[in-house]
Every structure is written in structure tokens, then in C-alpha cells.
């Protein structure tokens, strides 16, 4: 069973930077999306961004809410993905999840329908 471990999380005031690690216990598929969400408190999970397999063609893609401020990568050579956040703001606020699904090819910030994900991180960004 493939496990997705986030860490990273923390406390930081507002404008400030954080970077989210997120460790995949085992890559078992050749192409694949991964991405990264958050749900805060009494709001509805958001895909804030996605990014595919090595050798993809397509570039990361983000959410409106992160597009400039946030920066996903991956190192695939150690079952690595991060998500690089600067500029924070308060209503960045949320518990920050990793997922991976199979597949590749068209991983948008808003697919929703990984079949892996981690237990999350929480930020807390104060004003």
C-alpha cells in the first residue's frame, strides 16, 4: 500500500514562507499526477495545485488562489513533492494535503480524484 507522508507544516506570520514535503513510501506507476490540497475549517477541500510524471510535456498547474505565490516540485529520483509557499496570508490557513493517483497526462490543480493521499500538515498563518 502506497503511503503519502506531508511535513512542513507550521506557524509564520503573514508574507512570510513556508515549503511542505510530502515522502511517497514507494512509486509504483510509471506516469502519474500528484498535486496538493487544503481544507480549512468549515470550507470545502480545494485543489491548489498539480503537476505530472517526469518526461511530461505539461507545466504545473495552480489554483487562482496560490498562482504566483505558490510553486509545486517534485523529485522523482526520491519520491519527493514540495510546494514552496511565499507570501503567505492569513486565509492560507488550512490543513495542507498531498495525493498521487496513477495515470498522468492532465493533472489540473482542480482533479480531485487521487487514489492516494496523505494525513496532512497544518498552516497556520497569522496576520
Known amino acids: 500500500q502506497v503511503q503519502l507522508t506531508e511535513s512542513g507544516g507550521g506557524s509564520v506570520q503573514s508574507g512570510g514562507s513556508l515549503k511542505l514535503s510530502c515522502e511517497v513510501s514507494?512509486?509504483?506507476?510509471?506516469?502519474?499526477?500528484m498535486g496538493w490540497f487544503r481544507q480549512a475549517p468549515g470550507k470545502e477541500r480545494e485543489g491548489i495545485a498539480g503537476i505530472d510524471s517526469p518526461g511530461s510535456p505539461s507545466a504545473a498547474d495552480y489554483a487562482d488562489s496560490v498562482n504566483g505565490r505558490f510553486m509545486i516540485s517534485r523529485d522523482s529520483a526520491n519520491n519527493m513533492l514540495y510546494l514552496q509557499m511565499n507570501n503567505l496570508k492569513p486565509e492560507d490557513t488550512a490543513m495542507y494535503y498531498c495525493?498521487?493517483?496513477?495515470?498522468?497526462?492532465?493533472?489540473?490543480?482542480?482533479?480531485?480524484?487521487?487514489?492516494?493521499w496523505g494525513q496532512g500538515t497544518q498552516v497556520t498563518v497569522s496576520s
Open positions: 514507494e512509486m509504483i506507476y510509471s506516469s502519474y499526477c
Open positions: 495525493a498521487l493517483d496513477p495515470g498522468g497526462g492532465y493533472c489540473p490543480a482542480g482533479k480531485d480524484d487521487y487514489r492516494h
